[in-house]
Each structure stands twice: as structure tokens, then as C-alpha cells.
């Protein structure tokens, strides 16, 4: 039996944001165990705490999704370490540090934990091709985006922006055309637009392998390495999950060269969980 937490991360209150399982002590599970578990829950993470491999990391992460295993993960990160410290983890009063597949992760204690975004492992431009997909999945016309980059920091992001936070949420993707692609898309809420949250500078939809993510920490930690302290203040609030009836709250926030993105983590079931 292993000890079991399912936290909600980003959310704006009770069950509105983006629930990750993490099974702690893990190291007795191999591959297919961690992959099999990960399918069962059917979230779209579960991640596994085990001993670190460096002195370093406080801990070492491994993150499944249902059908893969991803090197980075940003809410999955964020619970993941709440829960770490709520079994008794010990850490500095500032910050824990996480060993995953894309290296070390520093996770700040503040108001809320808030990671530091990791390096992209692929920047720049969107060539035609790619950007025609990705406009005709969306839906939208060429002429709809603002800009486009690729942002990907391990799950594979394509950022798309918008010009009006309204068009982000009246956006319906075709699931087919997706397919494998995972594209971001975020514009900035200006004052006085209807349907203006009040507490969010940014509205951000995910589209990740055929399904839309509630909340996605990877997403905006590239997109305020993106946009942050041009297109959007240095430090800013996205609204996510909007379009899927959660209410998701991402805090970002620029400081020299580094990008650090935060939200509330609520443990909300706890338990064991026997795996073979």
C-alpha cells in the first residue's frame, strides 16, 4: 500500500482546478506499474514521489499521463510538492527543489507555491504549414492570430495569440484536427469587455491531444516566458478552464530572466492505494 493524495492545483475554490494523483514512496514501482496506475485514474496526471538521484532535488518526480510519461508537467508540479510537504517533507522555509525528466525544478514557498519555469526545448517562429493545421483545428482564419510561437517545454506546446479574451472562449476546436498537436491559446482581457472576470489579466484554453486541459501550468509557464512585460504586464493572472465550467487562477510573474508560476494547492482526498 502506498500512501495517496489527489490534490486540486490552480483553483479559485473547492474543486475548480485541475486535480493531480500523486502516489508517495514510489520506488518499488516499475514502468508498466506507474503507467498502469496512471491510465486507471484517467486524470490527466498522475505522478509518483520517489528518492532523489542527486543531493540537490528533495525529491525525484516522475509524471504519467493515461497514456505516456511526460519530463515536466507544471501543475502536476505544484501538487506534487504540496503534497510532498504535507506528508512531512522536509525543505527550506523558501523553496523545495524537484528532480524530474527535464532536470531540476525550483518551487518557491510563498503565499503559494509557484515554480520557476524550466528552459524551452523548442523556440521560435511557427512555419505556414504548422500554423495552417493548427488555425484550421482551432477554427479560426489566419488573419484571427496575433502570433504564434512554439513553446514547448516538454509536452509540446504551440502558442497561439489572440487579439480579445472573448475569442479565446468562443473557440471550438475540432478534436480530429488536433490529433497529437498540443496548442495553447491566450489573449489578454482588456478593461471594460464584457464578460470581463475581474481578477484575471489573460484568458488561456488548452488543447492537448484531443482533449482540453482545465488548468496547465506548463502551458503558462511558456506563455509568460513568451508574452510576459510586453504583450502582458511582468506580473499578471490567466483565467483557465473557463469554457469547461472550472475556474482556474494562474499567477505569473516576471523577475530579470526568469518566469515563476504559482496557484493554490488544496489536498481534496487522501488515502492508500494498492497498486499489484
Same mark, same amino acid.
Given at each position: 500500500?502506498?500512501?495517496?493524495r489527489?490534490?486540486?492545483?490552480?483553483?479559485s475554490?473547492?474543486?475548480?482546478?485541475?486535480?493531480?494523483?500523486?502516489?508517495?514512496?514510489?520506488?518499488?514501482?516499475?514502468?508498466?506499474?506507474?503507467?498502469? *496506475?496512471? =491510465?486507471?485514474?484517467?486524470? &490527466?496526471?498522475?505522478?509518483?514521489?520517489?528518492? @532523489?538521484?542527486t543531493?540537490?532535488?528533495?525529491?525525484? *518526480?516522475?509524471?504519467?499521463?493515461? &497514456?505516456?510519461?511526460?519530463?515536466?508537467?507544471?501543475?502536476?508540479?505544484?501538487?506534487?510538492?504540496?503534497?510532498?510537504?504535507?506528508? +512531512?517533507?522536509?525543505?527550506?522555509?523558501?523553496?523545495?527543489? =524537484?528532480?524530474?525528466?527535464?532536470?531540476?525544478?525550483?518551487?518557491e514557498?510563498?503565499?503559494?507555491?509557484?515554480?520557476?519555469?524550466?528552459?524551452?526545448?523548442?523556440?521560435?517562429?511557427?512555419?505556414?504549414?504548422? *500554423?495552417?493545421?493548427?488555425?484550421?483545428?482551432?477554427?479560426?482564419?489566419?488573419?484571427?492570430?496575433?502570433?504564434?510561437?512554439?513553446?514547448?517545454?516538454g509536452?509540446?506546446?504551440?502558442?497561439?495569440?489572440?487579439?480579445?479574451?472573448?475569442?479565446?472562449?468562443?473557440?471550438?476546436?475540432d @478534436?480530429?484536427?488536433?490529433?497529437?498537436?498540443?496548442?495553447?491559446?491566450?489573449?489578454?482581457?482588456?478593461?471594460?469587455?464584457?464578460g470581463?472576470? +475581474?481578477?484575471?489579466?489573460?484568458?488561456?484554453?488548452?488543447?492537448?491531444?484531443?482533449?482540453?486541459?482545465?488548468v496547465?501550468? &506548463? *502551458?503558462?509557464? &511558456?506563455?509568460? =516566458?513568451?508574452?510576459?512585460?510586453?504583450?502582458?504586464?511582468?506580473?499578471?493572472?490567466a483565467? =483557465?478552464?473557463?469554457?469547461?465550467?472550472?475556474?482556474?487562477?494562474?499567477?505569473?510573474?516576471?523577475?530579470?530572466?526568469?518566469?515563476?508560476?504559482?496557484?493554490?494547492?488544496?489536498?481534496?482526498?487522501?488515502?492508500e492505494?494498492?497498486?499489484?
Amino acid at each position: 500500500m502506498h500512501d495517496f493524495r489527489q490534490v486540486d492545483v490552480f483553483g479559485s475554490g473547492p474543486l475548480t482546478g485541475n486535480p493531480v494523483a500523486v502516489v508517495h514512496d514510489a520506488d518499488d514501482l516499475d514502468d508498466d506499474a506507474m503507467q498502469q *496506475l496512471a =491510465q486507471w485514474s484517467n486524470l &490527466s496526471e498522475t505522478t509518483f514521489l520517489l528518492r @532523489p538521484t542527486t543531493d540537490r532535488a528533495d525529491y525525484r *518526480l516522475r509524471i504519467f499521463t493515461p &497514456s505516456r510519461e511526460l519530463p515536466f508537467a507544471g501543475h502536476p508540479t505544484l501538487g506534487s510538492a504540496h503534497a510532498w510537504l504535507e506528508a +512531512g517533507g522536509s525543505a527550506t522555509d523558501t523553496e523545495v527543489v =524537484q528532480e524530474c525528466g527535464a532536470g531540476l525544478v525550483t518551487i518557491e514557498r510563498g503565499p503559494r507555491l509557484a515554480f520557476q519555469a524550466p528552459p524551452l526545448l523548442r523556440d521560435g517562429p511557427v512555419d505556414d504549414g504548422d *500554423l495552417d493545421r493548427v488555425t484550421v483545428a482551432l477554427g479560426l482564419r489566419r488573419d484571427d492570430v496575433v502570433d504564434a510561437k512554439w513553446v514547448d517545454n516538454g509536452p509540446g506546446w504551440v502558442g497561439v495569440l489572440l487579439r480579445d479574451a472573448r475569442t479565446v472562449l468562443a473557440l471550438e476546436p475540432d @478534436p480530429v484536427k488536433i490529433g497529437e498537436m498540443d496548442i495553447g491559446v491566450i489573449a489578454p482581457w482588456r478593461a471594460g469587455d464584457p464578460g470581463h472576470p +475581474g481578477d484575471a489579466d489573460a484568458e488561456v484554453r488548452a488543447f492537448d491531444r484531443s482533449t482540453e486541459d482545465p488548468v496547465t501550468g &506548463s *502551458l503558462n509557464a &511558456s506563455l509568460g =516566458q513568451w508574452l510576459a512585460g510586453t504583450v502582458l504586464p511582468e506580473e499578471y493572472v490567466a483565467a =483557465q478552464g473557463t469554457a469547461i465550467g472550472r475556474r482556474g487562477r494562474v499567477h505569473v510573474r516576471r523577475e530579470g530572466a526568469a518566469v515563476w508560476v504559482g496557484g493554490n494547492t488544496v489536498t481534496t482526498l487522501r488515502g492508500e492505494a494498492a497498486i499489484r
